[in-house]
């Protein structure tokens, strides 16, 4: 999939994503992603993924460090990846709870799963 910028950021808050998408039904496909694989959770691991290519989607914990997120865009639109990054509304907290994991930063590594989140959250992205 093509997109028009080389990064695409958004903010999303509790109030718009509650209409959007419930925390359980977020946390319960994220479990799906863990479970068959295809979640790296952690700095490290997400920075493997993104060295790779591997990574075809990046999201943060509402209460990740401003220096985790600046670095993950950066390592994003590095040498011309195009890799979305999205801090979400669940602190690592809630992530710890639905997933198992408590960890900031998360990376998606299966298209089909990374399209799937990115409807959860209302992205619509160009095909250009």
């Not at 198992?100 to 998606?108: A, I, T």
């Amino acid at each position: 999939m093509l997109w028009q910028k080389n990064l695409i950021h958004k903010m999303l808050s509790r109030k718009d994503c509650g209409k959007i998408l419930s925390m359980k039904d977020t946390m319960g496909f994220l479990g799906i992603c863990r479970r068959a694989g295809k979640l790296a959770c952690g700095h490290d691991a997400v920075k493997e993924t993104i060295i790779k290519s591997t990574a075809q989607l990046v999201f943060l914990a509402s209460d990740a460090s401003d220096r985790i997120y600046r670095e993950m865009c950066h390592a994003c639109t590095y040498e011309g990846k195009n890799i979305l990054v999205l801090r979400t509304p669940y602190t690592m907290a809630d992530f710890a709870a639905g997933i198992g994991k408590k960890s900031g930063v998360f990376s998606v590594t299966d298209s089909g799963f990374a399209t799937k989140l990115q409807q959860k959250f209302g992205e619509e992205l160009d095909d250009n």
